[in-house]
Each structure stands twice: as structure tokens, then as C-alpha cells.
């Protein structure tokens, strides 16, 4: 889909199709909000039953309309629809939205006719929004081409671009963001059933609009979920910050997959995953979209994490601690240097230690503000300020603010505040923040949050660099892709790791063999004590079938056990297909984890990786990245879990060989990547890390063609 | 600390010490806040340099007072203000808030300053406020005594007090959840440096308090933190719900302590585990306070956890359900029955599941809001209902009001609304709503959020009810006193374990033994294989002098291993007092899990529980409760861990035997109670649970002694 949709948020002329007279309704409304918002176009109601609407020429057909409209509303009944838009198809029309509901959401012949209507609209090459969405609201340009209670207030137009794929929510986030916020919004439109122009699409968009400043976006769910680590990148490279709100958490159904790769990697933690790697911003409730675009605004870009809290009041600066912490920023120790300067600012009973608490001393001594600012400021160990002003007001106020906007605006250190005057008692002092964009915020936790967005998402900007610098790994094995194409089903264990083993993936030294003598000898090459184990496609419970054994450790053991595991294999299912007993070295000392594959269809390829047995299955501890990832995003992902303090020696164990580790999550995502056309799932389960040096090795493996 | 406070937030007369003429520095504020919003009390500034201050006669000195004022504020140096206090006392004043600054938080000479100012105190029984705090607000009574930007306002009174540690943030949240919030105070006061009545006694105060339905409080650190349950649980009991909020967890320096459980339970743990075990509702961050504070006004609690949703716009209703969930609330199916009304009543394209869609069909029918609302209502599976109006304005939102107010009159079940329209938009729709006391909030989010914390407090009642019917457990052993008073160096396993059985603990079958005979026959005694451990004080770290073997599974190396230990233990410090060589059982197919108690300087007793190894250390996943604990808060802390699962059969094992879990914590809890005068510290790890109906055994253990 790439249409040019500057056209369609500034339509030269808009056809109203199904324009009713009676103004209250769903149909009634658009060409309404059109004319009462001063819509500078050229407007074209059809409908056969009227002569005029509002005055303005009603026509009673698409054919009659006397040029071609760079865009139609559809307000017509589902069942009409298609008709319509082949109509506006016939005439030309670029872009259409379809208001009408009855669609996918009702099932039946809903999704019969949502199929022709996206028919029509390939037929034509038409970009085509909805249906069963609410419009679009362009107030930059006085477009106010939708319905609903929001559609009779006049908004400013602001620097924010938002694409929602809920309507009636949609537009009260806008509403509340602007009128009560203060954030005033650019470009707004919701698309519903989304069969045409897509949220990306329209991110793509964004990026592209010089006046769009943030893009904010409300997703239920991206049909196209592969494009979104690309779109999102391409704005990290613009440096425009997406906010993305994303629901559906709780409501999603639970899928039945072989591996635990696929089963954890559900919808949320792919989408989580593709926000990190390309820098989107995840917000929460609607003051975040508030809190987070004024930050966005400042202009500023921490260098690092580390921030320096100045407050009037103690027990402020002790929450600003709590919260900056809680959001991965540090507050760390202020030089010697910049104490001895604290010292002779602060009064006594003030803090000269971070968050530096100058008192209401303020009260009498001004300066103190200045002073105290530019000190911290000149300090290398701070890469931000949030400074906390409690309730001060009045004239005080704007003499503090005075103080503040001229020290920031020497300064390419972001500046923070958490001021809790209500509006009307500061005005004079808000108003001079305001014009220079630094950012203030009633509480110091609503502060702290947004100053930690801002801070991961210079982050983001750092990891993208550093990542474009870095090698992406790429592997071909052409034979594999032809044995994946003829065994379709489950691969067992040797056969799986033999393809690791062709990426490059350490894995134990192992022999498969088919008689009792032939394991003897296995053993003795690979040393004792070893592990047997059946091989079969049609037991993928090894242990349940009773046919593994571990630390056998002579020649007449090894003889023993071969005849038992294939006696128990038979056993459990006496026509399973058996390739064999494999022979498998012992390995002892390494670390017990989990990485795995799992091939979305949305997302496609992406990497899991956590510890083993409980942390993974039991506590969910894993970590994902879409495919492929480079070094550096591999180790992020080890540091990511929770138990990764293991893999580094906690509780007195020797290091772990995380470089392996890393050098295996790489080489297992360009696996991925490379067989994406016919791999559905692997998971290696264990991976042994050995101590440093040592590597890693793949303890057993499942691959589980696509189908 | 038993002073009735009433007097102190109505006092009939006030002396302002250390008043000023100049009115907007700080020890001119009082008077003049004092006297403009018309405090009806009698006045007197104290002053020798003035006649008059704002036309109130000014006296030179305390003692010159024509009456004992019910109500001193002491505006003075700190220098100056413990003689100041005593004046007072002799005067035979009760309350005095002393605003100076200058004490403990300055350090040295302040400290000392502190101290006098405590003993002037008790010495004439003074009820002291502060030192170093912001002064009182008592909208009720028009009493302002106190300064700060917040006091030049008016504010009107409500159902909500509030004590806070911190002087400018209090008065910042009070302000703004006042003015821009619409939920109004009552009673007001800050602590700071809180040396005489505590934060505690204000709640209790308020609690007392007829005209206060909801307490809210912002804690820095409670000195008094052992009173914080038994004060919790008695507002509970009054059915008055307190709003705590706790900052402070990422300063709080970390402590060096023997045992896991003593370095895991860091203050805030103890403060979750008493606000959990009282059902004190923590709050995060102002909106919160609002948000809550509205959602008790309701007076009606739900019965269990289970919400339906019902929304005109599908995408709000996807937000609403992931908020409940992620707030441990359920959003059930509706009965069958339920479910064929809504098909009568709701559009094919609507949705009759919960979440419930009416779409905005609602415009065409409006009745539609009613009959849903009812069905929905009637359902047994339906403890509460979430409703969202998206931004329905005007005369549409005030005739669904109306439909909305009607039902809700007519049913104990709570109603709460999503609704975004701007106030000015829906003003009549809105004051409907609040004058019957329904819960409505601008988004989904925060409506979600506060519906769980009504949620969860009706929960907290529940299960305060259980608790209540059930017998808190009591053990007495007073030889193990005696012991405890004499050993007061760690105690080894052997006897560490044997005050565990004392309490009725399962531990270990073992025998002490100190010869290598001795060490085989109690092998034999035991059976095969055995685990031998050197016992000694002066090696805690068993392991480390190499001085355990496990396994061990005859009589020959029982012998050798016993020798081996004793060499080992002596080569790794040969002064080490040695009481023996342990000889025990091998316990097979328990899971580990680590239970132990600390006896914090300010809780008292405090039980921990969580699995072993790296669940407890690296990953901190384990629940407190404050002791004693009955048996079902001990099934809450099993249930509390995210690893839980492992107990109850995760991955194909067998259910452990959490019935004589739970009957272990509530032993170690009375043990910790029994012992609080003399036990330190104590460890269980591993405490192996081992499958239904086999009980617990301890593995080892660790005791530390007071000293």
C-alpha cells in the first residue's frame, strides 16, 4: 500500500456519500463537522432523497458529482457499501472511508462482504480506511471528516500525529490530551476493520510529515506485524519518537504449540520485542501520551542515564529517587568537585548529596535556584535534571522561573520539573517554561516517568548506532531447506542438532547407532560416563517412554541399557518409527538454558532465550528479539532475564561463557532467518553454557517443520 | 502517645510564637492564614518586639497570655524553641507544632537540639508536632495553622485526612486532589521530623474520627512501625479504608545480615507484608489518591473479583479487561441466561460476551444502556460492573445518566464508569452520578485501577473475617529462653534444628556423634546412604572447610568421611570449637524451599517464605508476613510466589505436601513471636517439602541469637 495519504488528510474535495439531513446521526454528522469547522475544500453530499444539506448542492450519485473527490466517506448500510465504492472506483476516487459496521466484527456474511469490499478497492488501487471506524480529524487543515461526541469542539492544531485502531476510544484520547493536557494533535484518523490503508501505513506517513513532531498509536492488533520493526526503525532514524499504546493483553487465546519458544512467545511479547528493537515508546493510559510528548518536545537528549534531583522539599526528592530508579535511570553521586560548590549554596540543613535539597530557604535567597542548577549542571556525572518546585506560586514562582528558563536555555542538558502549583496561581511562571519547551509536570512521579521515556529512548538511539555498526549475521545451509521441504514432521534430537551444528552451534559429541555392539563402541570413543537416549520422530517424551539413560559408565552397562531402551521404546508405541540409539557425551558443570525459534506468522522469525526447566516454564524469565539480531542485542537479551546475575557467578558459581552464549543467540537467529520459509519452531532445550572459554553445547534439540 | 487530638484540630485559642509582621515570610504565615480564612478561635501572636500584628494584640510572652491556649505554634530558631516549648508547658499547654528546622536532619548539634525538645515534651506531657514540618489544615474548622503556597486558598471541607511526613509534597497532593481532583479534605497535618505525636496516632486519630471516611498517608519511615499492623487492622474493622503512600525504596541503605531472610526483608517488604495483612491500600503517585478516594465514596463493596464490562466502543473495552486482569480481578462469562437476554437486546454487531459491546446503536436506542445494564446486573457470576461511555456528551450523556442513576439506586453491586467527555460537556450527566455517589473517571485505565483497589479491599475484609474465626497459633518453650540468653554465638544445625522439632518443625532424622564408631552406628541407626557434617559455631560455612559428605553409603566410609571431616575442619581453623560430626539422613524427592524469620529493630518478627537456591537469592521471589501468621495468610505466602506452581505439580511432579508447608509457617511464625526478646535471626534452607501426606524436614538451618 503506498498512497500518498498527504492528499488524503488535505482533500482537495470530499464526496459525503449517504449524507442524511437529520444532523444528530451517524450519517448526518460528517458533512456537519465539515461545514461548522470551515473545511476550505470543495464538498459533494450525495444522496438521491435531498436537493441541499446545510445549504450545500446534494447529488444524486457518484456519477452526477461534477469532478472527481480526492475523498469519499461511505456512511451508507454494510450492504450497499461495495456498490458505492466501485462507484467511487469508477470515478476515480483516490481515497475512501468506510464508517459503516456489520463487517468481520459480526462474522457470516459480515466477512464476505469486508472480502468484496476489499476487492473493489484492489480493483481500483483505491486507499481505502475502515470500515467500521469513526474518520479522520486532520486540524491542521480544518478536516473534520468523522463522527462522534468529539466532532463539535474545535481543536488547536499541535505537532502530534496519532493513527488509532479504535474509533470511539481513539478520539477521546486525542480529546482529553488536548483540551484538558495541553498536547494538541496534528493528524488523527481510526481504521477500524483496517482492510486498506493500514497503522502503519499511516505511521509511515508520520515519519514522512515535516509537521509531525511525535506519532502516537493505539493498536489492537497489526495484520502486518513484520513491517513493524522496519517502520519503527525508520523513525528511530528520523529521530520522531512513536508512542505506542498496545491492548489485548488479557484477552488474547492461548496457542498450543510443541515448543515453549512458541508457547511464551505470544502476540505481547513479540510486539514488546519490536517496540525495543526499533525504539517505540510503550505507553500506558492517556496522561502518558500527555506527559511523554511534552518531554518529546524539549528537544533535548540525555547522554546518559544519570540524573541529578534538586527539590525544595525533602520528601519529593525521595519519591523522584523511587521513581527515576524504578524506571532504569540512575541517581548517582555528584563529583567532589560540584559538593564543595553545594556546600557553599545550600544552608545547613539542606542536602548536598543527591537529590540535593535546598530547602525552602529559596524563600528568602532567590539565587540559591541559579546557583544550585548551574553547579549540578557543570557536573559530568549528570546527564539531566528533574527538579522539584512543590506547590510555589505567585510571584515567587515567576522569579524562580526566571531563574530556571535562563540557566536551561544555556544548557543541552534536559531540565525536568515537577511543579505542583495549580495552573492558574503559576501562570506567569508555566507560561515562561512553556516557551522554551521545558517540560513541566504537577507531580514528581508524572515527572520522573517522563523524564525516564525521554532517557530510554536516547538509549534507543545509542543501541541503534552501536547495532548499525555491528555485523548482521547471515548464514546459508541450501541442503537443509531441501530435507526441511521432505520431513515435514518433528525432527528428533540428533537430526535437530546436526542442523545446529551446520549453523555453527556447539553441540554434545554423539553417535547414533543401531546395535548394541556399535554403542559400546560410540562409548568408548566419546569417553564414559555417556547418555543414551531413542531416537524417533514418533517420540518426542523421551523419558516417558522410559528410553534414556543417563551416566552409564561401562561397556557391559552401555550393551544393558541399548536393549532396554529399545525394548521400553517398542513398548510405548510398537510402531514408532526408531532411527536408532544415540550414544551422547556426558556434560557436566554447565549451565542449564533454554534458546529457541519460533516462526510467527505475523512477526515471523523471532529468538527466544532463558534459563532452563522452572525460570522459563514456571516464571516465564525468557527474553525475545525479532530476527536476526547482532552481538550486542544478544547480550542484552541474557542481561534481560531476571536470573541472568546466574549466568555471571552468582552464589560462588565460576562465570558462566556468556561470549558463547551471545555467539550462539546470534548464529540461532541468522538459522532463523535463513530457513523462515520452512522452520515453524525449534527450541534447544538445554543449551549447556560451560564456564568461560568453554562455549556451549546443545543438550537436546526439537525442530519442528512449517507444515 | 494517648492525646485526644480532637482538641488539636479545633483548638478554641492559638498562640503564634515568634509571629512576624512581615506576612509572607514563614513565621508570618500562620497568623495570617490563621486570621483570613477566619478562624473563629481566640488569637494570640507572642512577640516582644510588636504591640499588633494584622490588628490581633501581640503579647511579649508566653507567660503573659490572659488564657492557656489550647494550641501553640512555635516559629522560632531551633536555638531558641525548646525554651520556648517549656514556657509553654508551664503554661499547661497540650499541642504545640514546632515549624523550626535545624534538628536530627542538620546532624550533631541539631540532634541534641532534637532530644531536648522531646524531653520539654514528655516532661509537661505535651502533645509535640514536628519538628521541621509544614503546620496543620483543618478545612473543617477553618483552622490554617500552618505555611506554605497551598494556605493563601480556600478550600472547601470533605470526608478525606491526611497525615504526611513530608511538609510541601503533603500539602502539594492535599492541593491538588482538592482542586483539579474534586475530592475534598477534612483534617490535614505533616509530621516532619515526627519526635512526639506520629504519623500512627493520627490515623488512629482519624479513625476515630466521625467525619473521616478515608485516611490517607505519605510515609517516609515509621519509628513507631510495630503499632502499624494492630492500627491497620482496627481501620479495617471500622470499615475506614486507608490510602498509604510509601516512598523510600530505593534510598534505604542495604543492611549486612547473616541470614537470606534478614537481608530480603528490607523495610518495605515489612511495610507490604503490614499493609497486605491489614488491608492498607498502597497508592503510587496523586491521581491515585483521587482515583481511590472516589471509588470508596461509592459505599458499596463488592462480594468477590468478578467485573463485566460493558462499553460502547470495543477498543475501550479490550483496555478495561487488560487492566482488571492485570490487577487480579476476573472478567468472567455471563450465564447462559444472561447472555440469551443480551442477544434480545444488544446488536448482531455488538458483542454479547463480557466484555459487552452495545455499540453506539445506543444513539438510535437508548433504552438499550438500561435493559443491558440489568441483564448484566442479575447475573450471579457478576460481582461489580465497569461501564464505558467513550465521550458521549450533551443531552445524549445526561438521558443515559439517568438510565445509569436509576439502576444503580437499585443494587448493592458497585457500578463504576469509564466516561471521557470533558466536565463542561457533561456537567448534568456528571452531577448525577455524583450525587449518587458513582465512581466515574475520564479514562479506562484509571477507573480499571480503581475498581481493583475497592476490589481488593472488599478482599482484604474477607479475609480478615477468616482470619479472625481462625486460632492464632501460640507456643510457649521456655527452656530454649534460657538457652538462647547463655549461647549467644550462632547456633550450629544439629541444635538449631532441634529448637525447630521443640516447635513441632519436622527436621531430619540425625544423630551428633564424636567418634568414627559412634559416627557408623549411627549410620546403621539411620540406614544407608547418610550425609555427615562437621558441627562447630566458628564454621557457619560448612561446605567451604569441606567438611560435608553427602551420600555416603557404607559403614568403611562412614569412617573414612568422619575422619576426613575432622582433619578438614581443623586444617580450616584449627581453634574452631568442634561439638561433633552430624550424621543424618538423605532426604530424596523433596523441593526445596527456604522459610525463615527476621525480628526487624522496628516490626518486630517477620516470616519469610520462598524456594531454594537461586528463587530466593537471585531472583527475590518470596513472600513476609509479619508474625504470628494463621494458616490461611501461610497458604497466601505459598500462593504469593510466582514459582508457586512447582509446589502444586509443575512439570509433571507430584504435588508437594503444601498442607504441612503451611502448618510450618505458622509454627516458625509463633516460634518467631515466642522467641521475639531473644532470636535474631533464623534460616530453614532447605526446608524440603516433600510429596502429599509426607510432610516437611528441615535440612539445615541457622540461628542467630540477640545480642
Known amino acids: 500500500m503506498h498512497h500518498d495519504l498527504e492528499r488524503f488528510f488535505n482533500p482537495r474535495s470530499i464526496a459525503v456519500i449517504g449524507a442524511s439531513q437529520d444532523l444528530i446521526t451517524i450519517s448526518g454528522q460528517p458533512l456537519h463537522h465539515l461545514v461548522s469547522h470551515h473545511y476550505a475544500g470543495r464538498l459533494y453530499p450525495v444522496n438521491p432523497k435531498y436537493q441541499e444539506i446545510l445549504g450545500v448542492k446534494c447529488y444524486a450519485s457518484i456519477e452526477a458529482l461534477p469532478e472527481t473527490p480526492d475523498l469519499a ?3 451508507i448500510n454494510s450492504s450497499r457499501a461495495a456498490e458505492m465504492l466501485r462507484a467511487c472506483g469508477k470515478k476515480g476516487v483516490r481515497f475512501a472511508i ?3 459496521s456489520g463487517y468481520s466484527e459480526v462474522g457470516g456474511r459480515g466477512i464476505e462482504m469486508q472480502r468484496e469490499l476489499a476487492a473493489v478497492a484492489a480493483e481500483f488501487d483505491m486507499g481505502i480506511i475502515g470500515p467500521n471506524c469513526q474518520g479522520m480529524l486532520n486540524a491542521a ?12 469542539t474545535a481543536y488547536d492544531a499541535g505537532a502530534v500525529s496519532m493513527v488509532s485502531q479504535s474509533g470511539g476510544f481513539g478520539f477521546s484520547v486525542m480529546n482529553l490530551a488536548s483540551k484538558d493536557g495541553g498536547v494538541h494533535f496534528r493528524q488523527m484518523v481510526t481504521t477500524g476493520n483496517e482492510i486498506g490503508v493500514s497503522t502503519l501505513d499511516f505511521i509511515e506517513h508520520f515519519i514522512d510529515d515535516a509537521g509531525t513532531e511525535v506519532i502516537a498509536v493505539y493498536i489492537e492488533g497489526l495484520k502486518d506485524a513484520h513491517r513493524l520493526l522496519k517502520v519503527g526503525r525508520r523513525a528511530l532514524a528520523q529521530k520522531k519518537p512513536i508512542l505506542a499504546w498496545k491492548v489485548g493483553n488479557s484477552v488474547q487465546g492461548a496457542r498450543a504449540a510443541a515448543s515453549h519458544t512458541a508457547n511464551l512467545g505470544g502476540a505481547m511479547a513479540l510486539y514488546q520485542a519490536a517496540f525495543r528493537q526499533s525504539g517505540i515508546i510503550q505507553v500506558e493510559d492517556i496522561q502518558d501520551v500527555v506527559d511523554y510528548s511534552r518531554a518529546f518536545r524539549c528537544g533535548k537528549l540525555p547522554k546518559g542515564n544519570r540524573v541529578a534531583i534538586i527539590t525544595v522539599s525533602g ?8 521513581e527515576c530508579v524504578a524506571r532504569g535511570m540512575q541517581v548517582p553521586q555528584l563529583s567532589a568537585e560540584t559538593t564543595e560548590k553545594l556546600r557553599a549554596i545550600v544552608p545547613a540543613f539542606g542536602s548536598i548529596q ?9 524563600f528568602n535567597d532567590l539565587s540559591l535556584i541559579r546557583r544550585t542548577l548551574q553547579a549540578v549542571l557543570d557536573d559530568p556525572n549528570v546527564d539531566a535534571i528533574a527538579m522539584i518546585n512543590a506547590s510555589l506560586q505567585g510571584e515567587l514562582a515567576d522569579n524562580i522561573a526566571i531563574e530556571i528558563t535562563a540557566i536551561a536555555a544555556q544548557t543541552d542538558k534536559p531540565i525536568f520539573l515537577a511543579w505542583s502549583a495549580r495552573d492558574e496561581l503559576a501562570r506567569a511562571a508555566y507560561a515562561r517554561l512553556d516557551a522554551l519547551k521545558i517540560p513541566h509536570y504537577k507531580s514528581p512521579v508524572r515527572c520522573g516517568r517522563a ?6 529512548y536516547a538509549a534507543s538511539l545509542r543501541r541503534e548506532e552501536l547495532r548499525l555498526e555491528e555485523t548482521v549475521p547471515v548464514c546459508f545451509v541450501p541442503a537443509l531447506k531441501t530435507q526441511l521441504v521432505v520431513k515435514r514432521y518433528d525432527w528428533s534430537e540428533h537430526f535437530a542438532k546436526q542442523a545446529l551444528a551446520d549453523y555453527g552451534i556447539g553441540v554434545t559429541r554423539e553417535i547414533l547407532v543401531s546395535t548394541a555392539a556399535a554403542a559400546v563402541e560410540a562409548a568408548r570413543t566419546l569417553g564414559y560416563p555417556v547418555v543414551l537416549k531413542v531416537q524417533s520422530p514418533d517420540i518426542p517424551h523421551k523419558t516417558e517412554a522410559r528410553a534414556v539413560r543417563l551416566g552409564v559408565d561401562s561397556d557391559t552397562a552401555v550393551a544393558l541399557a541399548f536393549d532396554e531402551i529399545m525394548r521400553n521404546a517398542q513398548a510405548y508405541q510398537a510402531d514408532a518409527r526408531i532411527e536408532g540409539v544415540l550414544v551422547q557425551e556426558m556434560v557436566a558443570g554447565g ?20 534459563l532452563g526447566g522452572i525460570f522459563a516454564e514456571v516464571l516465564h524469565d525468557v527474553s525475545f528479539r525479532l530476527a536476526p539480531v547482532t552481538y550486542s542485542v544478544a547480550l542484552e537479551m541474557i542481561d534481560e532475564i531476571k536470573g541472568s546475575a546466574v549466568l555471571k557467578g552468582a552464589r560462588g558459581a565460576a562465570p558462566a561463557d556468556i561470549d558463547a552464549l551471545a555467539g550462539a543467540i546470534v548464529r540461532v537467529s541468522a538459522m532463523a532467518v535463513d530457513l523462515q520459509d520452512h522452520l515453524a519452531e525449534l527450541d534447544i532445550n538445554p543449551l549447556f553454557v560451560l564456564p568461560k572459554g568453554q562455549g556451549v553445547k546443545a543438550g537436546d534439540a526439537l525442530l519442528k517443520p512449517k507444515n
Open 98 to 100: 468506510v464508517f459503516s
Open 354 to 362: 543527591n537529590p540535593v535539597d535546598v530547602t525552602a530557604a529559596i
Open 451 to 456: 523524564l525516564a521515556a525521554l532517557s530510554s
Open 73 to 75: 466517506l461511505i456512511l
Open 591 to 610: 549451565i542449564e538454558t533454554i534458546l529457541g525459534v519460533t516462526n510467527d506468522p505475523l512477526f515471523g522469525p523471532a529468538v527466544m532465550f532463558g
Open 315 to 322: 520528601g519529593a526528592g525521595i519519591l523522584m529517587t523511587d
Open 141 to 152: 487543515g480544518n478536516v473534520y471528516a468523522g463522527f462522534g461526541s468529539v466532532f463539535f
